[in-house]
Nanobody
Framework: QVQLVESGGGLVQAGDSLRLSCLAS????????MGWYRQAPGKERELVAR????????YYIDSVKGRFTISRDNARNSVYLQMNSLKPEDTAIYYC????????????WGQGTHLAVSS
């Protein structure tokens, strides 16, 4: 099993920056892709960003391209989401996620960290 713990959420103003962190523990050697999902009130959960093991393949949802940057530090079993130029529509619970393959559903989920962006 793998455990994921997020940190770094909070209340910020529009235009601010914030970095989310996620620390993995347990059978971390089994992890390939890592990513961040978010779920806003009344909306479905959506994949915000994903990064493969080497960092050579990265995906972003269109709404965050140019503003968010995902990165990972395999030596620290961590993945990060740097969020710049935050908008009120970025308000959501952000979930760290990981999977044992480079395709298919994610296997492991964190408890989530809340981000609120005020206008």
């Amino acid at each position: 099993q793998v455990q994921l713990v997020e940190s770094g959420g909070g209340l910020v103003q529009a235009g601010d920056s914030l970095r989310l962190s996620c620390l993995a523990s347990g059978r971390t050697f089994s992890i390939k892709d890592m990513g961040w999902y978010r779920q806003a009130p009344g909306k479905e959960r959506e994949l915000v960003a994903r990064i493969n093991l080497s960092g050579s393949s990265i995906y972003y949802i269109d709404s965050v391209k140019g503003r968010f940057t995902i990165s990972r530090d395999n030596a620290r079993n961590s993945v990060y989401l740097q969020m710049n130029s935050l908008k009120p529509e970025d308000t959501a619970i952000y979930y760290c996620t990981a999977r044992r393959r480079d395709y298919g559903p994610f296997d492991y989920w964190g408890q989530g960290t809340h981000l609120a962006v005020s206008s």
